[in-house]
């Protein structure tokens, strides 16, 4: 018998509780043992009702947060790392070189051209700025982004344009793992169409994924399967 191989990310017994320090401290309990298993070319969607955890274990995957108990490994090359016990600046590599993060909001610096900014995490592993500058070019194009746009400050684009930049920076890097928080919800028809064909083309290629997709075409056309969120009492 083949083995199944080993998941590219591992959650186990996550939990997680806000202290709302501005309420009388007041405890509020997100995560309660909460456990993923995701490997090579699966999507898992994380569904629940607005507060039920979902973004919150999002962040947490992606290092954002820290967790009350629990552990997150992911496999980083040939080796296995638990990234709750990480330092700052191994988080950091770790990210740049395994973890992809799509949020539904691009970090805007005025004066900076959209298509440097989409560059920057690829330039960052290693990659020669002309050669990032042609395989983002061939994505914003795959996006639908009207070139006029590439060399403005996405300042003043519109959200689903702003969306499309963000999409591009992330899909620049070969990431293993790619977390996935409402990637087409600025998004018109076709260009949802066109973001869930190249996530399709990364499954199909071994990227595992996690993803919150609150559109129900979205998340049936990508997820293999669903992990369910409810808040859960202290």
Known sequence: MIASPAPLLRATGVAKTFTLHLQGGTRLAVLHDVSLELRAGECVALAGVSGSGKSTFMRALYGNYG????????????????????????????????????????????????????????????????????????????????????????????????????????LAVAYPVLLLDEPTSALDADSRERVIGLLLERKKAGVAMVGIFHDDEVRRRLADRCVSFGLKPE
Request: charged content about 20%; glycine content about 6%; aromatic content about 4%.
């Open 67 to 170: 967790i009350d108990a629990g552990s997150i490994v992911v496999r980083d090359g040939d080796r296995d790392v638990d990234l709750t016990g990480l330092e700052p600046h191994e988080l950091t590599a770790l990210r740049a070189r395994t973890v992809g993060y799509v949020s539904q909001f691009l970090r805007v610096i005025p004066r900076i051209p959209a298509l440097e900014i989409a560059t920057e995490p690829l330039v960052a592993t290693g990659v020669e700025a002309a050669l990032a500058r042609t395989i983002v070019s061939a994505l914003f194009t795959r996006l639908a982004l009207p070139q006029r746009l590439w060399q403005l400050s996405p300042t003043t684009f519109s959200g689903g344009e702003k969306q499309r930049v963000n999409l591009a920076r992330t």
